[in-house]
């Protein structure tokens, strides 16, 4: 295996660089890109809040639902006569 490199010749570095600067203008940003990527990101955090908070309202109406369902159960136990469905056994 050989470790001399090939020496370039002007013609292939003038090529080397067009293609260079070609890429460079094809990838390049504009402000207005930019703003378009600042405004989406910041619409799907506004989406991703907007989520948690519903989900946190729908947990807050399920624990209101299963807390009216103790108390209903507090009620039968007390009608029954005895304090609790639990047991005292240890």
């Not at 990101?41 to 907007?50: A, C, F, L, T």
Request: glycine share 4%.
């Amino acid at each position: 295996m050989s470790m001399r490199v090939e020496r370039a010749s002007l013609e292939q570095v003038q090529q080397r660089f067009e293609t260079l600067k070609k890429r460079k203008v094809t990838s390049s940003f504009t402000e207005q890109d930019l703003d378009n990527k600042i405004l989406k990101q910041q619409q799907e955090e506004e989406e991703r809040k907007r989520q948690r908070r519903e989900k946190k309202k729908e947990r807050r109406k399920e624990k209101a639902v299963e807390e009216d369902l103790e108390d209903c159960d507090q009620e039968v136990a007390a009608m029954m006569g005895f304090a609790g469905f639990g047991s005292t056994k240890k």
